[in-house]
């Protein structure tokens, strides 16, 4: 079975610092894009960061110099370091991947979520 698994959420005061990883496991032959979206309460899910396979980034204009998205292709593993935390980052993270699977089949693949909190 394909699956994504997050880890690394939790609560932080603001200013304040965490790591989150995903890791994608099964049958995978390889993986192409990987990001991280965001849902807070109330709001629609949104692009946090996206990075290629070759490395390139990209970032929500709300979390630029303070997020630090990177990915570790031998492990299928993707990272979201988050610094200066603020109130408003508050929500539940899920990280995204683009899945080459059985029979070459592509699928877009979501992780569970996980629960970031920032105190002010």
């Known amino acids: 079975q394909v699956q994504l698994v997050e880890s690394g959420g939790g609560l932080v005061q603001a200013g304040g610092s965490l790591r989150l990883s995903c890791a994608a496991s099964?049958?995978?032959?390889?993986?192409?894009?990987m990001g991280w979206y965001r849902q807070a309460p109330g709001k629609q899910r949104e692009l946090v960061a996206t990075?290629?396979?070759?490395?390139?980034?990209n970032y929500a204009d709300s979390v630029k110099g303070r997020f630090t998205i990177s990915r570790d292709n031998a492990k299928n593993t993707v990272y979201l370091q988050m610094s200066s935390l603020k109130s408003e980052d508050t929500a539940v993270y899920y990280c995204?991947?683009?899945?080459?699977?059985?029979?070459?089949?592509?699928?877009?693949?979501w992780g569970q979520g996980t629960q970031v909190t920032v105190s002010s």
């Open positions: 995204n991947a683009d899945l080459v699977v059985a029979g070459g089949t592509i699928f877009h693949a």
């Open positions: 099964g049958r995978i032959f390889r993986v192409y894009d």
């Open positions: 990075i290629t396979s070759g490395g390139s980034t």
